[in-house]
């Protein structure tokens, strides 16, 4: 089996290219310029193919980013700070944006014979983002069935669809991801900037699963206000 991982540079998705890899099926990585504010990721994709050995594949979406407008990741919108609510991290939604990227590493996958796409979605995304709930993979698993009837069988998989960030660092410093080079936060700073959402959720997985952080933070205690705030 061969897997092709949408990889965004980010802790979750690097964590999950490496978990492939340690388990002997990692294909290739594919990442998206949607022209993100935090492109910065993307050299942190292409860094872990590197690093472990397999082809990248970058696709530029930059024209179906732009039209893909009101979103914090994309237009000069503030990215908000604090743990992760509905109201306040709505505007982080880019419409469609694992639909549209899934699509496209689907064609990629069966193009070049792979078996599987993988992708890092968790339940933590679930109350926002709508194309990272078990609803919308299991939709779009029969939907790309369907698209590819008779020319290829691709699967999806998306092993941390129901479990949590922290079960991701978990996982990830199990099988030696280096953390320190994954980017999370959506500000696209020269470091991490401690106070967005994921920002905050990236410290606070961390601190639950009991490993210590390496990531550089401009405000690295921030995390600690956000989520007693949540709880009360």
Not at 10 to 34: I, P, R
Not at 147 to 154: E, F, M, N, T
Request: hydrophobic share 45%; with cysteine; proline share 4%.
């Amino acid at each position: 089996m061969r897997t092709l991982v949408v990889c965004s540079g980010g802790l979750d998705s690097v964590s999950l290219a490496h978990q492939c890899a340690a388990e002997g099926h990692l294909g290739a990585l594919v990442t998206f310029d949607y022209k993100q504010r935090h492109a910065c990721e993307i050299d942190y994709a292409r860094e872990a193919a590197a690093r472990l050995g397999v082809p990248f594949h970058l696709i530029d979406i930059g024209p179906i980013g732009a039209v893909l407008t009101g979103s914090a990741l994309t237009d000069d919108v503030a990215v908000p700070d604090g743990h992760y609510a509905e109201e306040t991290m709505k505007a982080t939604v880019v419409p469609n944006r694992n639909a549209i990227m899934l699509t496209i590493a689907f064609g990629l996958a069966a193009a070049q014979g792979m078996d599987q796409v993988a992708l890092a979605v968790h339940g933590g995304d679930h109350f926002i983002y709508p194309d990272c709930r078990p609803g919308f993979i299991d939709a779009f698993r029969a939907m790309q069935a369907a698209a590819l009837d008779g020319y290829a069988s691709v699967a999806l998989s998306a092993p941390f669809v129901n479990r949590t960030k922290a079960d991701i660092v978990t996982a990830g410093a199990r099988v030696g991801t280096p953390f320190e080079r994954t980017w999370s936060c959506y500000k696209g700073g020269d470091v991490h900037c401690g106070r967005c959402g994921t920002c905050v959720e990236r410290r606070e997985a961390f601190h639950l699963a009991g490993v210590e952080d390496p990531t550089v933070y401009a405000d690295p205690d921030f995390w600690q206000a956000a989520v007693a705030a949540r709880a009360g």
